[in-house]
């Protein structure tokens, strides 16, 4: 273990995760001896006299205690099942086999906090990361500081994918603000919205659609919803034959952004999480 900021985090995080599991074991043992305790009355009140029936009507209601504990042991064991996952990434992680968390394991909620405050990652060779990084280095930092406040709001459309994704870019906006000694807008307190009615995922189409629409520039490659369809747009492009190229493209972009106003999603590209993208490329541009 060295000194470095990242190794002492990383340490710092082990040692939480191996104070929350023993946090959850101790609540475990509880839960369990109290389960015991219900098994025990349960037993008891079988042996009452009918005479006394009106006491066994408490019967029902021990049964469903009885089972909602059973419910939260299932629970609890995932839970710790999921801490014990952390603490391994971040054990390996310290010791410099550093991963990003797996999406299903960096969107639980019990680790919201750290994906708002996480730092910014300068080396996964993801294509969003990597576009995002090339690309904050070069825009105004009144752009990236308005940019940011928008990464930090919560969308009514997002998937796990992409909510993970939205905080590891908005930690590289807000890495290279810092550095600039900016102002940072407030951290957000959650990482979901509310309001996910129909009209509210509608409204939010419309805008990734628009933003689609007006092309490549630091708004578009801040999008974490709109990664898929530049991964897709990307692959297109050094895939196409070079006559007939332009024409296709514009097409697909067109084709593009009228499914992303339908509200369908565009999903990564394994392929292409590996490959940089030309983050000025012209073709990329404005649907007509």
Known sequence: MTDDPSHVALAAILDSLTLMQGQLDRLAKSNARIEQSHAEI?????????????VTDLVPILETMLARMIDDRAIQRDGIERVAEVAALAHAAAIGNGAPLPVNVADDPLLERFSVNQPADMVTPDRALIAWRE??????TAELVMILARQYQPSPTDTPETRVLRYRLAAITRDELAQRGADLPPVPRRTDVEDQSAEARQRRAGELADLWRAGAGPALFAEAELAGAVDLFTQAQDSGEEGALPAKLAQLHWQIGDAIERGEVVSRIGGMRNVAVRAKDPVLGKSR
């Open 42 to 54: 349960l037993h008891r009140l079988d042996t009452i006299d009918a005479g006394q029936g009106g």
């Open 135 to 140: 690309t904050v280095a070069s825009a105004g």
